[in-house]
Structure formats: structure tokens, C-alpha cells
């Protein structure tokens, strides 16, 4: 089955923690999207990636990281520095960028306290 | 700049009516793409249409409905005698030809009650 999955569903971290969490696709899509979404709002574009080895801050990058070392994995870290990082993180991939939609894996509900 | 606007936060209709999601946008390209996109209660986004700004028709797909209008900058969508698994978030996008990210609208939550 072709698809993106995210690893784990939920997870849980004491503040000052940084943390990993995990995407992987097999659709052989050569772009990738980290969101950030909040209850009751739409996604925010945390980082991207349209090629292997190369990735683009996206609106709310600050705190975050990210690596594209292998086409079909984008792993995103929560670091210290991101100040209020409880929310639901959602991973995308598309063909390529702009024009293609873009397919999503099934999300990690962080929380941190 | 873009933009996309989705001014109904929620709606809550009876199974079997008929329901219209609002999408406005703004885009000082000529070429762009739209999108639907639905959230169910589980979280993961799922793809429901794609438009380009050359094809203004009209398209149908089952209870599914999507009106596009070029000259209002909408593309709204139209759920048919709805059933209570149309509820969801559902999410109106937008992307610039050559442009590198997709822009958002904040979502409406779609309530059908049995």
C-alpha cells in the first residue's frame, strides 16, 4: 500500500526535551511538508522540502528542524526552543511542489508539559 | 500575496440537506490551483479536488459539487443530501503555478446530524 505514515500517533515529552518525529512515504514524491496545526485552526507551514538534501523554512520555522537525507523520509525535532510546541503535526508529500496535492499521513498529536 | 478565506467556522445542518462550503480567494497570478481538502475525526487530511484557473467548469463527483468562479474568485463546495460522515473539517487550498508552498484557509467544521 502506498501512502505516508508518521510515527508515533501520540506522544509525550517533558518541557525542555527536544523530540523526533517521524515521516515516511512511499509514493515516490519528490516533495514534502511539515504543519503544524492548532484546535480550531488551519495548517501552518513549518518547513519543506522539494528535492533529497535540500529543504525551505517555512511560516513558523523557528524551533524546528529538519533533515532530508533519503527521498522518502522528512523527520521533523521539536526542539527547547520552540515555546510552545503542544499541537497536532501533520507530514505531506506531493509529486513535486506548487501545482500537485498533496497527500498526508495520519499525524502526531504532541504533547508537552 | 495569497490568500484564501473560508469565513464559516462551522455548520451544522440535518442528515439529507443540502450544505455549501465558502472559499474565497486572492492571487495576483494568472495561473494557480485550488483545492479541497476534508478532516475527518481522525485527523488526516485527505485530497478531494484539484482546479486550475484555465478550467472554470463545473465539476460533480457524486454528492460532491464544486462551483468555480473566476469572476467572484470562489470555489465553493457543494455536499448534496449530506450524511453524518460528511462530518469533518474541510479545507479550501491554494498554490501559484511556480510558487513553492500552498496556502490555507482556516477550515470549516462540518457538523450533520442524524
Not at chain 1, 500517533?9 to 516533495?31: I, M, P
Not at chain 1, 523557528?62 to 533533515?67: F, I, K, N, R, T
Not at chain 1, 515555546?83 to 504532541?110: I, W
Not at chain 2, 473560508?6 to 451544522?12: D, F, K, L, P, V
Request: hydrophobic residues 30%; aromatic residues 14%; glycine residues 6%.
Amino acid at each position: 500500500d502506498g501512502g505516508i505514515t508518521q510515527s508515533p500517533k501520540y506522544l509525550f515529552r517533558k518541557e525542555g526535551q527536544n523530540v523526533t518525529l517521524s515521516c515516511e512515504q512511499n509514493l515516490n514524491h519528490d516533495a514534502m511538508y511539515w504543519y503544524r496545526q492548532d484546535p480550531g485552526q488551519g495548517l501552518r507551514l513549518i518547513y519543506y522540502s522539494h528535492i533529497v538534501n535540500d529543504f525551505q523554512k517555512g511560516d513558523i520555522a523557528e524551533g524546528y528542524s529538519v533533515s532530508r537525507e533519503k527521498k522518502e523520509s522528512f523527520p521533523l525535532t521539536v526542539t527547547s526552543a520552540q515555546k510552545n510546541p503542544t499541537a497536532f503535526y501533520l507530514c505531506a508529500s506531493s509529486k513535486k511542489v506548487d501545482s500537485y496535492e498533496q497527500y498526508f499521513g495520519p499525524g502526531t498529536r504532541l504533547t508537552v508539559t | 500575496a495569497q490568500k484564501v478565506t473560508q469565513a464559516q467556522t462551522e455548520i451544522s445542518v440535518v442528515e439529507k440537506e443540502d450544505v455549501t462550503l465558502d472559499c474565497v480567494y486572492e492571487t495576483r497570478d494568472t495561473t494557480y490551483y485550488l483545492f479541497w481538502y476534508k478532516q475527518p475525526p481522525s485527523g488526516e487530511l485527505v485530497f478531494l479536488i484539484r482546479r486550475n484557473s484555465f478550467d472554470e467548469q463545473n465539476e460533480i463527483s457524486g454528492r460532491y459539487s464544486w462551483n468555480f468562479q473566476k469572476s467572484t474568485s470562489s470555489f465553493n463546495f457543494t455536499i448534496t443530501a449530506s450524511q453524518v460522515v460528511d462530518s469533518a473539517v474541510y479545507f479550501c487550498a491554494l498554490s501559484e503555478a511556480g510558487g513553492f508552498k500552498t496556502i490555507f484557509g482556516a477550515g470549516t467544521r462540518l457538523f450533520v446530524k442524524a
